[in-house]
Nanobody
Framework: QVQLVESGGGLVQAGGSLRLSCTAS???????MGWFRRAPGKEREFVAG????????YNSDSIKGRFTISRDNAKRTVYLQMNSLEPEDTAVYYC?????????????????WGQGTQVTVSS
């Protein structure tokens, strides 16, 4: 069993930055990790993922140029640094732990989920 605890969400003006953190407990921190988000009225979408060895992937070039996913295996924590935030980034952001070490984008391949943290970007 894995427990994920997210932090770092909040209210920020457009152009601002936030850093989300997700700390895992319960088993060896060797799985791929991902960040997803769900905006009001929209489907949950993949934002970024990172394998155990640090290889990462992003949903789009737009996100890749503004967001950075990283992990500290010793601290069992994964981060999402979000810069140049836009109102369209407003959503609940979820941290997720995959079933294995390989990068995944499909939410169905993630076994554990955090409770979510709200990010609101005002214009």
């Amino acid at each position: 069993q894995v427990q994920l605890v997210e932090s770092g969400g909040g209210l920020v003006q457009a152009g601002g930055s936030l850093r989300l953190s997700c700390t895992a407990s319960g088993r060896t921190f060797t799985s791929a990790m991902g960040w997803f988000r769900r905006a009001p009225g929209k489907e949950r979408e993949f934002v970024a993922g990172i394998a155990w060895n640090g290889v990462s992937t992003y949903n789009s070039d737009s996100i890749k140029g503004r967001f950075t996913i990283s992990r500290d295996n010793a601290k069992r924590t994964v981060y999402l640094q979000m810069n140049s935030l836009e109102p369209e980034d407003t959503a609940v952001y979820y941290c997720a732990c995959a079933a294995g070490p390989l990068l995944q984008q499909s939410p169905s391949l993630y076994s554990y989920w955090g409770q979510g943290t709200q990010v609101t970007v005002s214009s």
